[in-house]
């Protein structure tokens, strides 16, 4: 059984600076089945990332994810104020979960 | 416009039985799986399974299998959760959501359901 697990748990950044969240699997995902969401309080995930590195559509380009095997990354290049919220990493393999989620808010 | 939207809050009472909806537009409904994510107050997203609404194959993760049942009325383009038990313990968020591609479930999901909050309480 595969486990995510995400860091930090939190993270206190200002707008402008650059974010670094890091997913972390416990056996290597296959094929880089591996997305990142943002949500914002009262709303519903929205997906950014997929394949561990492809943007979705409509994803600024200050987004971006990167890593294969067991590590993961997501950067945003200069958090914007619309940016603060919580990201999830998620598997979407054989039998698909989710990590717990990094919060970013404002400093 | 591709989108799901879900049916409203419901408050329960634990033993009671409930089923929530999900109706899919814009999109040919047979051809993608709809995946539930549970989120309970205040934490993380799970995953719970999804069904194909072509031939109502079911994957349930093994922490919600014998718990929900997932069904489908592809006549109305919706999917539905089902509780026949319901706890206190399944008071949360649940969203529907689709599948980004529909080359099958192992897709990161790109259209997610506004939510359903359950609350189960006496």
């Known amino acids: 059984e595969i486990v995510l697990t995400q860091s930090p748990g939190s993270l206190s950044l200002s707008p402008g600076e650059r974010a670094t969240l890091s997913c972390w699997a416990s056996?290597?995902?296959?094929?880089?089945?591996l997305a990142w969401y943002q949500q914002k309080p009262g709303q519903a995930p929205r997906l950014l990332i997929y394949a561990a590195s492809t943007r979705a559509t409509g994803v600024p380009d200050r987004f971006s994810g990167s890593g294969s095997g067991t590590g993961f990354t997501l950067t945003i290049s200069r958090l914007e104020p619309e940016d603060f919220a919580v990201y999830y990493c998620q598997h979407y393999g054989m039998s698909p979960l989710f990590g717990p989620g990094t919060k970013v808010d404002i400093k | 416009e591709m989108q799901l939207v879900q049916s409203g809050a419901g408050v329960k009472k634990p033993g009671e039985s409930l089923r929530i909806s999900c109706k899919g537009s814009g999109y040919r409904f047979t051809d993608y799986w709809i995946a539930w994510v549970r989120q309970m107050p205040g934490k993380g997203l799970e995953w719970m399974g999804l069904?194909?609404?072509?031939?109502?194959?079911?994957r349930y993760s093994p922490s919600f299998q014998g718990q929900v049942t997932f069904s489908v009325d592809k006549s109305i383009n919706t999917a539905y959760l089902q509780w026949s038990n319901l706890k206190a313990s399944d008071t949360a968020i649940y969203y529907c959501?689709?599948?980004?591609?529909?080359?099958?479930?192992?897709?990161?999901?790109?259209?997610w359901g506004q939510g359903t909050m359950v609350t189960v309480s006496s």
């Open positions: 056996q290597s995902l296959s094929r880089s089945y």
């Open positions: 069904i194909d609404p072509d031939d109502s194959d079911s």
């Open positions: 959501a689709r599948p980004q591609f529909n080359s099958g479930w192992s897709n990161a999901l790109d259209i």
